[in-house]
């Protein structure tokens, strides 16, 4: 049976993976929030090991569908369903939360902006004024097109030429401002291109070595789930700088740290709990900022930071419905 044209069975540890990446960004913007400092302050990372894990995922996924006749613009569709009705549940609370603090007129033009995921790069500061971490699901649809139009088109060396060149304007990007939180604003939008690229094309290339049957370096699954949280929460006990410490993460431990976690063994009674935690990380991702950001008026005990992350967890769960990935599913070996 041809590998780049067969679906492949779920990789439950993935879904855990992908929900505690987007509960350590909720903690981030927790910290950040709230003004404390805390242990999650380099959890901006993980975005950057969502756009790896997606190009691995939908790679399994979605490629090989693409290849048979899905094409460019099923796949896009397929995208837009899953990802646009969270989004647009995170800009209406945005857009709830900023009443009676703006103009009625510029309100609704950024409502309609967001809505439409246009960014607004003349703006003084966010991009996305109304939900910051947008900008962030702007880039994954773009990758997705890329993909669809373009990278699956492509060979593994060409893949991992793109990949190569993605990682030399990452690191000048980091060096440039310091480190790798480039994205949200407008005056470091651009810098979010060389973040998505080299991830998302590198996640491609990783899908297409799994379905090849190079599957090695298994671990303990629930090492393999707590690894890449742990080495971020360690992260700033290093004696690096953060632009070196964030590219490090990023180039040289998220890829064999994803990798382990597709390879590890679950045992059946932990697949139902690994697939609740894939299940709330995209709305959580998409919804948190703004409901964080509203949350602040009922001040900032630590009671309310304790109570903020319950809520959202809670949010996402009702949400997820909604975004459920259908028949592009994370899929991996038989």
Avoid: C
């Avoid at 613009?73 to 969270?86: E, K, N, Q, T, V």
């Avoid at 707590?226 to 080495?231: D, H, R, V, Y």
């Avoid at 990023?250 to 890829?255: I, T």
């Amino acid at each position: 049976m041809d590998t780049r044209t067969a679906p492949e069975p779920r990789l439950p540890l993935l879904d855990g993976l992908r929900g505690l990446a987007a509960i350590f960004v909720m903690m981030f913007h927790v910290e950040l929030t709230f003004g404390v400092s805390g242990p999650f302050s380099r959890s901006y990372l993980f975005v950057d090991f969502f756009f790896l894990l997606s190009g691995f995922v939908l790679t399994l996924a979605a490629e090989a569908r693409m290849n048979a006749g899905l094409g460019a613009i099923g796949f896009m569709r397929s995208r837009l369903r899953r990802l646009w009705p969270a989004i647009a549940i995170g800009v209406l609370i945005g857009a709830a939360r900023h009443l009676g603090l703006h103009e009625a007129p510029a309100l609704a033009f950024a409502t309609l902006m967001g809505l439409l995921m246009i960014p607004m790069l003349h703006h003084a500061g966010m991009i996305y004024p109304l939900n910051g971490p947008h900008w962030s699901l702007l880039q994954e649809l773009i990758a997705n097109l890329v993909h669809g139009l373009i990278l699956r088109r492509l060979g593994d060396s060409a893949l991992l030429a793109v990949a190569g060149i993605a990682a030399m304007a990452l690191v000048a990007t980091v060096l440039h401002f310091g480190a790798n939180t480039a994205g949200p604003f407008s005056h470091n939008w651009w810098g979010a291109l060389p973040r998505v690229a080299f991830a998302y094309t590198l996640g491609i290339w990783m899908g297409r070595k799994w379905m090849a049957g190079g599957r090695h370096h298994r671990a303990p699954w629930p090492l393999a789930l707590l690894l890449p949280g742990a080495a971020l929460l360690a992260l700033p006990t290093l004696p690096l700088d953060v632009a070196l410490g964030d590219l490090a993460m990023v180039l040289l431990l998220f890829p064999p740290l994803l990798w382990l976690g597709a390879a590890s063994r679950i045992p059946k009674a932990a697949a139902p709990w690994l697939a609740r935690l894939g299940a709330i990380s995209f709305p959580l991702y998409a919804i948190h900022l703004p409901m964080i950001e509203m949350m602040t008026r009922f001040g900032q005990s630590v009671t309310i930071q304790l109570l903020v992350p319950i809520l959202l967890i809670l949010v996402a769960a009702a949400i997820a419905p909604l975004t459920a990935p259908g028949k592009l599913a994370i899929r991996a070996a038989r």
